[in-house]
């Protein structure tokens, strides 16, 4: 009968285009408390573009900022959603000589380009480009961010960087762009609220940017958030898991110790993720969910895959697990009741040296018309 409700689960799931590789992930949905997921592709849509460029100090560059970063894009191999959307806007086929290049990483918070005698392109974090320019971040560009917009900045310097540590570096322009925000995206996260699971977003973007977007999807803790680049002992993160809602500027290996800190105080976790940064604490979490267009060892540590990449469908998958296991509890409530009372006819028919009045089918049938 157990296996039966599993198989069924399943089969329920598969018609809503969701992959169950692991036939007990269903029972593990069920007893999940905390959810964690990513703001990227699971609130917002993960399809992001250039809304607007603002720029403000292009007379410095040897080049238009349109040409120097059409060079940039055509020059760089970086495949992620921002890149891609900054290729989509700097269209062309300006190429200069490219003398260095540094590629995105989620720890720099910055990626490069060097040519030969133009100079080097920097984008990145903006807080990481002007702490190491001359001037502060404007007030402009974090009213932006507080609204929720994402915002990318772009820096010059004449140095060739060879290195992860940046010269003094003067920002031009700053890019702002958009991720829609899932049309259920509130209904998604009123449904874990009524369920009591509790939601906690993990992101690599500016902690102003993901509250804002959280608070539009009708998170309820939406201020709660820290930026853990502030955090220099990782083992501080495990008395931080509880008071916190959002974690912002997370590195990859951050996002594992953040499953492993919330398991240790009894919580049961489940993880989404769509990149090779989340296969460790995918590995980790007790229900692991992914989409099918990421990296192949995403998708073969992860116990669910949502083969119409919509996350939505998650609260189909909690309400999905849940009933299985009421199923389950509802037959071994009917054959643990069968059991005992028959163990008590059975002393009382000893006792009283009495022929034991059922034949096991009569008993099945009191089942059938007296449910526990």
Known sequence: MITISLESGVIKLAKKQVLVQELYSIESL????TICLDKTGTITTGKMKVSEVKIYKENI???????????FVNS???NN??????????????????VEKIPFSSERKWSSVSFENLGTIVRGAPERLFEKSKEKI???????????????GIAYTKTIINSTELPELEVVAYIILEDPLRKNAKKMLGYFKKQGVDVKIISGDNPLTVSNIAKTAGLENYDSYIDLSTIENDDDIIDLVDKYSIFARVLP????????????????????GDGVNDVIALREADCSITLPDTAESCKQ?????LLNSDFSVLKDILMEGRRVVNNITNVARIFFIKTIYSMILSVFCILTN???PFIPIQITLIDLVFPI
Do not use: C
């Open 30 to 33: 069920a007893h999940i408390d």
């Open 61 to 71: 560059l040897p080049k238009t900022l349109n040409e120097m970063m059409i060079a």
């Open 76 to 78: 760089m191999e970086d």
């Open 81 to 98: 959603s921002t890149f891609n959307a900054m290729k989509e806007y700097f269209k062309g086929n300006i190429t200069y000589k490219t």
């Open 138 to 152: 404007p007030e402009r560009l974090i009213d932006l961010q507080k609204s929720g917009k994402r915002v990318i």
């Open 253 to 272: 290996h951050q996002k594992s110790i953040i499953v492993k800190a919330l398991q240790s105080k009894n919580h049961k976790v489940a993880m989404t």
């Open 301 to 305: 540590v992860s116990q669910i895959v």
């Open 354 to 356: 009495m022929e034991f």
